[in-house]
């Protein structure tokens, strides 16, 4: 926002030109880069990119048919982690920025979900596989997996929420508190409301990650093609289909076409990321 | 006495703001509190509500009676149904016009036509409902600050408190929007107690029937407004007033 007396655009002074061409030609690669990987997925993958390919049964382990199977799997890991995570992160958070509890938990569980955060995923899969796989006897399924995605996607969930809470004016809080509002009540009808469209912009983010994730799927949900009809049967996402495709030989052109449709995903959630952000601003 | 303050002292971690106040607040009065900024003012109209109670490190010694019983022998929770607040600024919750007034009401199960009532008498109450009663379900903030300083009175009002504080409730707005909020002030003081913070002298001189002068943390002088204006006994009260008719 620009306010009277601030600069409204980019700072220039003397001998900046040749600065400015260097930092135009690095933003020019990474646009290029992003268009490019994105005209090889259509150049190779739109063709194969069929309603019947999207709605069909895989033969052959994929290499003709559709990926019906694997768009089910896919939206039944991506719900699952959500319903697990949302939750559990937006209750951390909501502890940590409403409730003021004692210094040293809050500096131990900061420092959890930061080092949560930095952990490979093929990690989050080794212990989501020996914790739900075997130990707990879900077996490969989507509940296990969503139960590791869920794990992995707490560290963003409870940053962007306790981002939002912490935005949210001590002026509304203090307006609800001098309604008689208990401090509960205070929290969920004024500084939950208020913080929402943050929340939701972390969660729809987190969203993507899940959509995108391959190893720690791999090892939790397996890698079934059959049409997944409960959390408790295995199935195969559309990142681990992808990975199978490629790394197996089987169909380049199914390949392609299946990474188009999870681009497309993924690019969907995130605008809608972007446009919940925008109207929350809004208002 | 509505409200009294026996010995009231409050504390800012180990700063001590305020240092015993004794200060008698009767009903259907306006009571102006003024002195220079960082008086104590502010933190002893929060007092009276326990607002200091939502910030940890903040201290509250002394006696506070509302209609002579000890106010700490109430949830403060029900102490602030009783004992409402205006801001500094005008806050209102990112909901409608209709929720705003219906929230305080509502946390205690009023609901349908009961609920409608109350929004509708607070709103007239606040001068609000004509500007706003074709449009209850619109977004609040999105109100000009004097209208949306007027929802925030009328959300008050809706819990038909005894008591009204006001913190500054016009140092954010134009002098046509405090005029209006001086004017509800003037037609709410026959209902209700109010205890009102100003750095404004002229506002002091036009609403309050007693004004208190605080001045380092102490309750220096206090009386009728018009003898306190004219003839204020103490040095610093002189001082201070000579001083501010000066600006």
Known sequence: ?283 | MKMETHGLRVWYGQTEALHGIDLGIPDRTVTALIGPSGCGKSTFLRALNRMHDLTPGVRVRGRILLDGAPIDRVAPEELRCRVGMLFQRPNPFPMSIYANIAFGPSLFGVRGRELDGIVEGSLKRAALWNEVKHRLQSDATRLSGGQQQRLCLARALAMEPELLLMDEPCSALDPTATEAIEELILSLRQQIAIVIVTHSMGQARRVADRIAFFQDGCLVEEGPATALLEGPVQPATRQFLSRESAI
């Open chain 1, 1 to 283: 926002m620009a306010r009277p007396g601030s600069f409204d655009g980019a700072v220039c002074y003397k001998g900046g030109a040749p600065l400015k061409a260097l930092l135009t030609a690095l933003a020019m690669l990474v646009t290029g880069l992003l268009a490019g990987l994105l005209a090889l997925l259509l150049l190779r993958g739109a063709g194969d990119l069929t309603l019947h390919f999207l709605l069909g049964i895989p033969t052959r382990a994929g290499r003709e048919g559709g990926i019906l199977p694997v768009l089910a799997a896919t939206a039944w890991l991506a719900g699952g982690s959500m319903a697990i995570a949302l939750p559990l992160g937006i209750g951390t958070a909501l502890y940590l920025r409403e409730y003021a509890p004692p210094a040293h938990i809050v500096s131990v569980l900061r420092a959890l979900t930061e080092t949560l955060a930095g952990v490979p995923s093929i990690l989050f899969g080794l212990f989501g596989f020996a914790l739900f796989v075997v130990r707990l006897g879900w077996g490969w399924s989507l509940l296990s997996g969503s139960a590791t995605l869920a794990l992995m996607l707490l560290p963003t969930i409870i940053r962007t929420s306790e981002e939002a809470l912490a935005a949210v004016p001590l002026a509304l809080r203090e307006g609800a508190a001098a309604l008689g509002a208990t401090r509960w009540q205070a929290v969920a009808r004024v500084t939950l409301r208020q913080a929402a469209p943050g929340i939701m912009t972390g969660a729809v983010l987190a969203l993507g990650r899940a959509l995108g994730e391959t190893a720690a799927v791999l090892l939790t949900a397996g890698s079934d093609l059959a049409l997944p009809l409960s959390p408790f049967d295995p199935g195969r996402s559309m990142a681990v289909h992808l990975y199978i495709l490629a790394t197996e030989g089987l169909s380049d052109g199914r390949a392609y076409a299946t990474a188009l449709a999870l681009v497309v995903a993924v690019l969907a959630v995130n605008l809608s990321a972007n446009f919940l952000l925008q109207r929350g601003h809004r208002s």
